[in-house]
């Protein structure tokens, strides 16, 4: 009989009504023989809000068994086993360290927090505990990082020398991306992605950083460029913006041919072209609940194991994004009123 660990979510906005359907389903994954073999389940224990009656929603929409008008609460909870964050990133880190007060594993949404002092702080209070801390960089935990992997292990574009990977939204109205007192702008709410991408792609032995942004009247990056320069002489091109839509691609270009990944926020396909542009091969990815479920199931995985870190997003790569982050914006001349 699998292991049931009960699951828990801090927040009640959009992303976290999608990791309790995620949750669900991964229980009827479960009940129907669809799950992976030997994966723990995930039982639906409790919600919480800074409003009861946000987190009663919740609670009763999506079957939580109970439900806390407060964070608090349910970090006190004594049967609460693995919590998580869905809060804006601006507040991960006392979330964070409230849930680890209290003795609970932590699964928190990206970016991890709002600098790397932040994050090394939890992270060393985590350990010093026993306890799990991942971040939730769900494209970190999905099948199609390895299949990317695999497809360019594979020689089939020869040897990969340029990199380019977009996200942009038009998000510019939303309040958390605008606000310096929230950690605002692109860079840690979508720009975060391409340089996942990146760091999957070509690893880190990056020689150095070329970049610009363009500030808001508040202060944070709008959109921006960033370019890695690898000491080996590949190059990768990214850039994000909250201003517009953009293709969302990542495309990786060799000396026998190309590919291009669909969506490097949720990746759909890949496909392979030779020198001539004609398409090789294809690589669709496998059937999801939302995408989510891959970094609960290593959260849950990591917890049975007794680890304090998930192997799919070990706690120096969280690390090394928010230190080029921090880097980056130490260029930009962005500074947060928190850090003052």
């Not at 809000?49 to 349910?74: C, H, I, K, T, V």
């Not at 939730?136 to 199609?144: F, G, H, Q």
Request: aromatic share 8%; proline share 4%.
């Amino acid at each position: 009989m699998a292991r049931e660990i009960k699951v828990c979510i801090l927040g009640a906005g959009k992303i976290a009504r999608t990791m309790a359907r995620t949750l669900q389903g991964m229980r009827d994954a479960a009940k129907e023989g669809r799950a992976p073999a030997g994966a723990c389940v995930p039982v639906l224990w409790a919600a919480a809000a800074r409003d009861l009656d946000r987190a009663r929603a919740l609670a009763e929409e999506y079957g939580f068994a109970r439900a806390y008008g407060s964070y608090e609460e349910l970090a006190r909870d004594p049967q609460a086993e693995l919590i998580y964050i869905a809060t804006p990133h601006s507040h991960h880190y006392e979330h964070m360290k409230l849930c680890i007060r209290y003795g609970k594993h932590i699964l928190c949404e990206k970016a991890f927090t709002a600098n790397s002092a932040q994050a090394g702080e939890v992270l060393d209070l985590a350990r010093e505990r026993g306890l799990l801390v991942t971040e939730a960089m769900w494209t970190r935990y999905m099948p199609m990082r390895r299949i990317l992997r695999d497809v360019m292990d594979s020689g089939i574009i020869g040897r990969p020398y340029t990199l380019s990977a977009n996200l942009c939204y038009d998000i510019d109205g939303v309040e958390r991306l605008v606000k310096p007192s929230l950690a605002g702008g692109a860079l840690l709410d979508v720009g975060i992605y391409p340089i996942n991408f990146a760091l999957m792609a070509f690893g880190n032995d990056i020689q150095d950083i070329i970049s610009s942004a363009a500030l808001t009247d508040e202060g944070v990056d709008g959109q921006n460029s960033i370019i890695f320069r690898y000491k080996d002489g590949r190059q990768a091109l990214l850039y994000s913006s909250m201003y517009c839509r953009s293709d969302r691609q990542g495309v990786i270009s060799g000396e026998k041919g190309y590919l291009i990944v669909k969506n490097i926020n949720n990746p759909q396909c890949i496909t392979v072209y030779d020198a001539e542009d004609r398409v090789v091969t294809r690589y669709d990815a496998p059937s999801q609940i939302s995408g989510y479920e891959y970094e609960v199931y290593a959260a849950m995985r990591a917890i049975e194991e007794g680890q304090t870190e998930c192997r799919e997003m070990p706690h120096e790569e969280t690390m090394r994004v928010m230190e080029l982050m921090d880097g980056l914006r130490r260029e930009w001349g962005i500074v947060y009123p928190f850090e003052r």
